[in-house]
């Protein structure tokens, strides 16, 4: 018999129970008769697990991670790497970040978009990196059911917001190629606003409401196989019907995520239809070749999306343990580390304003600060 038509039928008898207690059943010896008998069926039934659920449900407010389970003999090696990955991280998004903050030439549609990009990253990597660098130094790896719920929605937003900010950057770019006469009259900066504020509201707005409900779940179970939090982790440890919850997350992984990615595949395929009917002038490549970076960051992207689909279907197949730790980081990996460097690298603009940065740095540490001469009387 299944969880769900066994909680039904404990349900139905625990009401029949209740309902003829209630009536006072207890007033005569065959009423009593009935309710030994109800109480016979009660114990016949599937039902003591689910009793027992029943009565612990609101005492579960600690979930353990099961993800690590394997990774005990090399833990300290794979904190090392993971505090070295994470701190590049944030010496790359940043410095980019705060580079486009200041530089008032980088105020354009194309680098406000890569400034929210990577203001992204940084964010979902915080709330990624702090509490695995923590798990892997401990010997059980627990976390709370709010922080289950708050870590799930940081993650949630982060991968939502890119795929938008992604979408954004695709039509911005077919905007530069396609019409590049009218390009700032259609990415005005009122456009840009907007463009950004759905980016990040609508997927606020969406999983407060989903994982709204998924909060107020009675869990039954408390062993979530990975290594962080997502709304699936918590309502597959709930006991109750979660169809409603499950086809609203259906719905935003739809709107937020597969949607984005048919969209930017169908504005490159437009690119490459424009690029090729275009004159070979040197404004036609130049902005053909800002598309470099966003194909390689929509192809590392959709990488770790079929790496993420794919997962349930590995830890089935019994795949060991550091693949599969090491397939469920790649959306906080290699996007993160990609984005600044193929931007950083690629763009001109970017380039030639990271150059001198780096020479004044090089000359500081060679020759050291420069000597205030001292003042003599």
């Given at each position: 018999m299944s969880p769900v038509a066994t909680a039904r039928g404990c349900e139905s008898v625990i009401t029949v129970l209740s309902r003829s207690?209630?009536?006072?059943?207890?007033?005569?010896?065959?009423?009593?008769?009935?309710?030994?008998?109800?109480?016979l069926m009660l114990l016949m039934f599937p039902c003591e697990q689910f009793i027992v659920n029943m009565l612990n449900q609101s005492q579960v407010e600690v979930l353990v991670l099961s993800g690590f389970n394997g990774l005990n003999q090399l833990r300290y090696l794979y904190f090392c790497i993971t505090c070295a990955s994470y701190l590049l991280i944030l010496l790359l998004n940043v410095s980019i970040?705060?580079?486009?903050?200041?530089?008032?030439?980088?105020?354009?549609?194309?680098?406000?978009?890569?400034?929210?990009?990577?203001?992204?990253?940084?964010?979902?990597?915080?709330?990624?990196?702090?509490?695995?660098?923590?798990?892997?130094?401990?010997?059980?790896?627990?976390?709370?059911?709010?922080?289950?719920?708050?870590?799930?929605?940081?993650?949630?937003?982060?991968?939502?917001?890119?795929?938008?900010?992604?979408?954004?950057?695709?039509?911005?770019?077919?905007?530069?190629?396609?019409?590049?006469?009218?390009?700032h009259s259609l990415f005005s900066s009122s456009t840009v606003h907007g463009l950004?504020?759905?980016a990040w509201v609508l997927p606020v707005?969406?999983?407060?409401?989903?994982?709204?409900?998924?909060?107020?779940?009675?869990?039954?179970?408390?062993?979530v196989s990975r290594t962080f939090c997502d709304n699936r982790s918590i309502t597959y440890q709930s006991c109750v019907d979660?169809?409603?919850?499950?086809?609203?997350?259906?719905?935003?992984?739809?709107?937020?995520?597969?949607?984005?990615?048919?969209?930017?595949?169908?504005?490159?395929?437009?690119?490459?239809?424009?690029?090729?009917?275009?004159?070979?002038?040197?404004r036609a490549n130049k902005a053909l070749s800002t598309c470099i970076p966003h194909l390689v960051t929509y192809t590392?992207?959709?990488?770790?999306?079929?790496?993420?689909?794919?997962?349930?279907?590995?830890?089935?197949?019994?795949?060991?343990?550091?693949?599969?730790v090491i397939?469920?980081?790649?959306?906080?990996?290699?996007?993160?580390?990609?984005?600044?460097?193929i931007y950083g690298l690629k763009l001109p603009?970017?380039?030639?304003?990271?150059?001198?940065?780096?020479?004044?740095a090089a000359r500081v540490r060679h020759t050291g600060p420069p000597v205030t001469p001292k003042l003599t009387d």
């Open positions: 207690l209630s009536l006072g059943a207890l007033s005569s010896p065959c009423r009593f008769t009935d309710e030994l008998w109800c109480v970040l705060a580079l486009i903050c200041v530089k008032q030439s980088l105020h354009q549609p194309m680098y406000i978009f890569l400034a929210n990009l990577l203001l992204n990253t940084v964010t979902g990597c915080a709330a990624f990196y702090p509490k695995l660098l923590h798990d892997l130094l401990r010997d059980v790896q627990v976390i709370s059911r709010t922080g289950c719920l708050l870590q799930a929605f940081c993650i949630h937003i982060y991968v939502s917001v890119e795929c938008n900010i992604l979408t954004a950057m695709a039509f911005d770019r077919y905007a530069a190629i396609a019409h590049p006469l009218t390009y950004l504020a759905a707005a969406g999983y407060t409401c989903l994982l709204s409900l998924s909060g107020r779940l009675p869990l039954c179970a408390s062993s979660i169809s409603v919850i499950s086809l609203m997350e259906i719905v935003l992984v739809s709107a937020f995520v597969f949607l984005p990615v048919l969209l930017i595949f169908g504005c490159y395929i437009k690119i490459l239809a424009v690029s090729f009917q275009v004159s070979k002038g040197s590392s992207f959709v990488l770790s999306v079929m790496l993420e689909v794919v997962q349930p279907v590995l830890a089935q197949k019994n795949f060991p343990p550091v693949i599969r397939m469920s980081m790649e959306g906080f990996l290699l996007p993160p580390l990609l984005n600044p460097l603009d970017i380039r030639n304003h990271i150059r001198p940065m780096f020479k004044t």
